[in-house]
């Protein structure tokens, strides 16, 4: 009984410090995330054989930028429950952000292994094998996260960036429309999405995105004022 009073008040405290890492998320990613990796740390203190704060430190330290301490965080997530899905993804992420893409796509390929059903895990896995030159398995990566999820304009748009890199420029600007035309239903009235050309070569942007916790290659957005019309504000911009 004592003892099972020490594990009950041990988790209690936990779950404190884990509250207190609430209460540093803003919903796409840590305010403070060195802060948010030494309360988890505290949880971990008291808690050390919960799966969940490891997985959550190492989301932290991800976004500390500190990927070897993000990936050993990650590891023992995985030694205390290896049919956890979102473990791999993001170990995945982390050696995909170190430029480790062949590790990365192991890390993808156990993810869909375990939750076939996840788009972003085949997003990603694509990202990978784009970053490695594979422009086919990039594509049907993306075919597959589509057809998982086809109202996401960034799959739409690696889509497109995968046709490109095949040389199929047709089957590219019509992905790349249809992730203008999703990206506008969701940023009316307050933004547009551009598709420049230069020398006929499209010009596309290499960002980070906290949702999906991975890079992605985009194509530029701006402002809108609501009142002069698309091509107006696409012009602007």
């Given amino acids: 009984l004592q003892q099972d009073f020490r594990d009950n008040t041990a ?16 919903g796409k990613e840590y305010r403070d995330p060195q802060r948010a990796a030494e309360y988890f740390t505290q ?16 989301n932290a330290n991800y976004y500390w930028k500190q990927y070897d301490l993000a990936i050993r ?17 993001n170990r995945g992420n982390t050696r995909s952000a170190q430029g480790d893409h062949r590790q990365a796509l192991r890390d993808y390929e156990r993810a869909i292994g375990l939750d076939a ?4 895990y085949h997003n990603n896995r694509g990202n990978a094998w784009y970053r490695l030159s594979d422009h086919a398995r990039a594509l049907q990566d993306s075919d597959r996260a589509i057809a998982l999820d086809a109202g996401n304009a960034i799959y739409h748009n690696n889509r497109g960036i995968a046709h490109d890199g095949q040389n199929e420029r047709s089957l590219a600007l019509e992905d790349y429309g ?12 307050f933004g547009v999405a551009m598709l420049p050309v230069v020398d006929d070569r499209i010009v596309l942007m290499d960002r980070f995105r906290h949702g999906t916790r991975s890079w992605h290659l985009e194509i530029p957005r701006g402002c809108a004022d609501g009142d002069s019309g698309f091509e107006a504000d696409a012009r602007r911009e």
């Fill in 11 to 26: 988790r209690l405290a936990a779950q404190e410090w884990y509250r207190k890492c609430l209460g540093l998320w803003d």
């Fill in 178 to 189: 249809r992730a203008i035309g999703l990206y506008n239903r969701l940023l009316v009235p």
């Fill in 117 to 120: 059903a996840d788009a972003d």
């Fill in 43 to 58: 949880a971990i203190g008291l808690v050390p054989d919960y799966p969940l704060y490891y997985f959550l430190r190492g």
């Fill in 73 to 89: 965080d990650y590891d023992t997530a995985i030694r205390l429950n290896p049919q956890y899905a979102e473990s791999y993804n």
